[in-house]
């Protein structure tokens, strides 16, 4: 119970069909049931990996390993983004195996059996056991006796959740052990080359000053200008190896907010003043707000930082009342409330706990062992003999460590109330505690509220109605995305899009938290369709038509069309702003001139510097006919990404301050981006495809 204890406190972890298909063999043709088995394992895939399909059953396995794995090393409960973190460790760690540890075998990399006990137990200890809070010492080193104590506590653990946390520490130290060994392959790969070296230090050390004008490409789209669909489709089927993407879907939807109406919110104000003149004068708030109120009463004390995140109201009537004192009912928004001050209190916000814990059955023990402690008895050395709890990973025996009101341990509240190294017997859904703290910050004012709160819902009524209204559009789209906007303007409903709305995506607006069924909706239906309507989390009548689709791969040339014809003719109206200045400014011998026939201004810019190009402010592409140029010469005309440039170099300066050391290091840094990037690439090339949207 110890090291499983250890590992919730210290460990952060993140880190009858087969029957059937057996008697149609003797009935159908092996071609045709193989090609059955594919359609229905097909159905149940969450994706595939280099061209083998992901099992819903293989990837579920593996959700339930690492939610076994946060459970029982953080003991705590499972919320929708905890989930969301362990599906996605669960896909992370199937594409590892998948891919990268193939293409670490490929390289030739290996582990042995010698050099893991040697990364666990020997001299080169793995930084996944040396990360783990629970094998370092008080002062915060490694230390490898906790392993062995570990290690030896497996096989005395009946439940096998130690030798499961240890399964799954070694698989970490495997994957990061060849990790580290295809990294330490790419960095004795990038070699940088005298010529490659002496390069980075001549574009780093020189720095240019320049004069020049530029010709700023017009807003508005030449009308001489065109581009035809031969241009286009050229231009397409030249750069479409671009264009990737995934697959997604172009929505427009309307949603309706069903919102408590006027007599929702009489009603709630009418319930809250019922309730309002007990709520000011019982002696039991605790029950009285399980009651009637939608938050209880928790007994906590608010300082004044923590009251400013309650409504204004609140804040000041805290602040400024007698204990006792009410504030009668207001609104917020739809919310009411009421607030009473039932204390004032000079408390700390932290305290630094000890407990001796005993099974809720020995109340006679409990008593015996804290009339010991009253008169004197030795703490530290009861908890050693006596407590449950023997965590080896803390100071003395019995320290729980610091607590706070908002995080400990259910039960303990009143300790804050307590006078320091004074015992309180307490149970808990642990057992019976001996608890005391010794320690606590400094104490200052603070106030206990207690808040009577009423949200004004919907009522029948008012649901009925708005369902009412979303039905009325449904019903005259008639399923027809055609209908979509007539229906619309003629209700005055806005209409929302939402444009390229990944499949895997988890909503399809930030406004949304909770999404699921229309996305789910919109992944299952095709361009055209109009949806019934879609209620989200009781409160939103969503009505979705889709407008059109993008298969993963490569974008088609319908898709880009629009967006290439707008490149080719920026590209066209440069070339003829390019040429119309140049015949502007012939003869023109120096920037001055150019600037007068161009009647514009000079500018100046000292400071360029060729190995930075996106970090001066300046065209990318004028620093590069800067680097080029001679100095002195009039350069230009310059297509750049905003206009047309004429410059001349007025100065260049050759520096000694980025050095051979600099270059390496900035090789260094590169490599560190691949390693970040490697991953993904990897992913990439084994057209990792993602389909579990279907299913989570």
């Not at 104490?443 to 009522?459: R, S, T």
Request: proline share 3%; charged share 25%; with cysteine.
């Amino acid at each position: 119970m110890a090291v499983l204890e250890k590992i919730r406190v210290k460990m952060g972890a993140f880190i009858t069909i087969l029957i059937a298909i057996a008697l149609l063999s003797f009935i159908i043709d092996p071609s045709t049931l193989e090609s059955t088995l594919s359609m229905f394992s097909s159905k149940y895939d969450v994706g595939e990996i280099d061209g083998k399909s992901v099992t819903y059953q293989d990837y579920q396995n593996k959700v339930d390993y690492f939610t076994g794995i946060y459970e029982m090393s953080s003991g705590g409960a499972m919320n929708d983004q905890t989930q969301e973190l362990i599906n996605n460790t669960a896909w992370q760690d199937e594409i590892t195996e998948r891919v990268f540890i193939p293409a670490a075998m490929n390289a030739g990399l290996n582990l042995g059996e010698e050099e893991l006990l040697d990364m666990s137990q020997g001299n080169d200890i793995s930084p996944v056991l040396a990360n783990e809070a629970s094998f370092r010492d008080e002062n915060g080193a490694f230390d490898r006796h906790r392993v062995v104590e570990f290690v030896q506590a497996v096989s005395q653990d009946p439940s096998g959740q130690l030798q499961l946390y240890w399964n799954y520490l070694e698989d970490n130290m495997r994957k990061d052990r060849l990790f580290t060994k295809y990294i330490s392959l790419l960095e004795k790969s990038a070699v940088v080359n005298p010529m490659e070296l002496a390069r980075a230090i001549a574009d780093n050390n020189t720095t240019y000053s320049v004069d020049f004008v530029v010709k700023p490409m017009g807003f508005a789209q030449d009308s001489t200008v065109t581009v035809s669909n031969e241009e286009i489709r050229a231009y397409y089927e030249e750069h479409k190896h671009n264009y990737k993407q995934p697959e997604s879907k172009d929505i427009d939807y309307v949603v309706y907010e069903v919102v408590p109406s006027a007599e929702d919110l009489e009603l709630t104000y009418n319930n809250m003043e019922k309730v309002y003149p007990e709520f000011t004068t019982t002696s039991n708030m605790k029950t009285f707000l399980a009651r009637n109120s939608d938050q209880p009463f928790t007994g906590y004390y608010y300082s004044e930082e923590e009251l400013g995140m309650l409504p204004s109201q609140i804040a000041e009537f805290a602040t400024e009342a007698k204990v006792s004192e009410s504030l009668p009912v207001f609104q917020d928004e739809n919310v009411y409330y009421a607030a009473r001050l039932m204390d004032v209190k000079s408390l700390p916000d932290s305290i630094f706990v000890k407990h001796i814990l005993l099974p809720a059955s020995d109340e006679a023990k409990a008593d015996s062992l804290l009339n010991v402690l009253k008169r004197g008895g030795d703490f530290v050395a009861l908890a050693s003999e006596y407590s449950l709890d023997q965590n080896p990973n803390v100071e003395e025996p019995g320290d729980l460590g610091w607590m706070t009101q908002r995080y400990i341990i259910p039960g303990f509240e009143q300790l804050f109330m307590a006078d320091r190294n004074e015992v309180v017997k307490l149970t808990t859904s642990y057992g019976i505690h001996l608890v005391k703290f010794t320690q606590r910050t400094a104490p200052y004012k603070k106030y206990q509220v207690a808040l009577l709160v009423k949200e004004a819902v919907a009522g029948k009524q008012t649901y009925a109605d708005y369902y009412a209204k979303a039905n009325d559009f449904a019903t005259q789209c008639g399923g027809d995305a055609a209908k979509f906007d007539e229906v619309a303007k003629a209700l005055n409903v806005p209409v929302y899009p939402a444009l390229r709305v990944l499949a895997s995506a988890k909503t399809i607006s930030n406004s949304y938290d909770n999404t699921k069924e229309v996305l789910r909706w919109m992944n299952e239906s095709e361009t055209g369709d109009v949806s019934e309507i879609l209620a989200v989390d009781n409160r939103y009548f969503f009505i979705v038509a889709i407008r059109g689709e993008h298969h993963a791969g490569i974008a088609t040339y319908e898709e880009m069309a629009s967006q290439l014809k707008d490149i080719i003719m920026y590209e066209k109206e440069s070339a003829k702003l390019a040429a119309e200045t140049e015949e502007l400014v012939a003869g023109a011998a120096t920037l001055e001139q150019v600037a007068e026939k161009l009647s514009l201004p000079v500018s100046h810019r000292d400071g360029v510097v060729f190995s930075s190009l996106t970090s001066q402010q300046l065209d990318p592409k004028f620093i590069g006919a800067i680097a080029s140029a001679n100095e002195g010469e009039l350069v230009g005309p310059v297509i750049g990404e905003i206009g047309v440039y004429y410059f001349t170099v007025t100065g260049k300066e050759i520096g000694a301050f980025y050095t051979e050391d600099d270059a390496k290091n900035r090789k260094a840094r590169e490599l560190e981006y691949m390693t970040q990037v490697l991953p993904a690439v990897l992913a990439e090339q084994a057209n990792v495809v993602d389909t579990r949207y279907k299913f989570y």
